[in-house]
T-cell receptor, first 115, second 113 residues
């Protein structure tokens, strides 16, 4: 079974600064996908960034980038130029590329961006 | 374009009753997923439907069930409600391709008294 661990329950960052959220996972599979989702107070989960395990290049989406270390089973999220709207709960998630389509989520990191 | 819609937004039930939650996916999406987000337990996978069939279910008792209709909308039923069923139930939809983005609704908050 796959497990996803987010060791930082809460983090804060000053507006315009950079912050990194940690995520580690455990799997014996070689083909999988990793995601970061954010859940603002409105409750709607929104995809932030996605990484395919077979791609060595780290994914980037505007101010959001990941540091994917496959051997270390680490998948951290870096948010640059933090904005007040980035305040949310951030979930790391793992998906095995088999047929089950079962996303496994970490416990989440509550990020607060301070003005 | 309308996103994933869920109803009701809030639902209050008592122990032993049944709850029905509904989900309308984004137009064109054939897969619907249900997740339970209980306080302190994170998001737990409940069910996956695709093309009207149940494709996978998580580690939940049989009193959690559902179905997907021909128009791809979905219903989650929880029978014999227990206090620990109190949670936010999130529905998501996708085109069904492996590794694709899931689009989530805002959830239905179920409270069991």
């Amino acid at each position: 079974a796959q497990t996803v661990t987010q060791s930082q329950p809460e983090m804060s960052v000053q507006e315009a600064e950079t912050v990194t959220l940690s995520c580690t996972y455990d799997t014996s599979e070689s083909n999988y996908y990793l995601f970061w989702y954010k859940q603002p107070p409105s409750r709607q989960m929104i995809l932030v960034i996605r990484q395919e395990a077979y791609k060595q290049q780290n994914a980037t989406e505007n101010r959001f980038s990941v540091n994917f270390q496959k051997a270390a089973k680490s998948f951290s999220l870096k948010i640059s130029d933090s904005q007040l709207g980035d305040t949310a709960m951030y979930f790391c998630a793992f998906l095995f590329s088999g047929s089950a389509r079962q996303l496994t989520f970490g416990s989440g990191t509550q990020l607060t961006v301070l003005p | 374009e309308a996103g994933v819609t869920q109803s009701p937004t809030h639902l209050i039930k008592t122990r032993g009753q049944q709850a029905t939650l509904r989900c309308s996916p984004i137009s064109g999406h054939t897969s619907v997923y249900w997740y339970q987000q209980a306080l302190g337990l994170g998001l737990q996978f409940l069910l996956w439907y695709d093309e009207g069939e149940e494709r996978n279910r998580g580690n939940f008792p049989p009193r959690f069930s559902g179905r997907q209709f021909p128009n791809y909308s979905s219903e989650l039923n929880v029978n014999a409600l227990e206090l620990e069923d109190s949670a936010l139930y999130l529905c998501a939809s996708s085109f069904g391709q492996i590794g694709g983005e899931l689009f989530f609704g805002e959830g239905s908050r179920l409270t069991v008294l």
